[in-house]
């Protein structure tokens, strides 16, 4: 009987010397690369003025908030707040948290800094947010087929938008 325990204990031994020296550091890897990751920061893209200075299209800061459902620690409180914030339904999120099915869920994009305060202010575990920048045209139906639009990474796909791409980028 101890020579049994004795050879359990040798081969759980040998099993974690197995995985710690030489999965280690594979391991560790994997650790960290499934919870960090790098989110590009997209600089702020240049002004349109008119000739006088006036800004014809400029830049919004925004936020998108999202949420990571294997981190969440009280589903239901999680749900509850984020659909007080954003004006959603709880059992939407309820459902999304708990479904298991994806990594992150984006919650809510060009969201006021004000929301975001208060979002922070519950420190709700798996909630994050990012800060975007959301092109603001002043004259919306006038000058918009001269002037163009951007995608939502802020490259210009039409108008001077486009034409001006390389020098509007933020770098």
Known sequence: MGLAIAFIFCIIFARLFYV???WGAELK???TDQWNREIP???SRGLITDTNGQILAGNLTTYSVFLRPNAVKDAEYTATVLSGIFSLNPQD???KITGGKVSEITVARQVSKENVEKLVSY???GVYYSRDNTRNYTYDDVLCQ???FTANDGTGLSGIEKYYNEILSGT
């Open 20 to 22: 710690q020296l030489v």
């Open 29 to 31: 890897y994997r650790a």
């Open 41 to 43: 920061v997209i600089a």
């Open 93 to 95: 999120i309820l459902a």
């Open 123 to 125: 420190d709700l575990a």
């Open 146 to 148: 001269v002037l163009g």
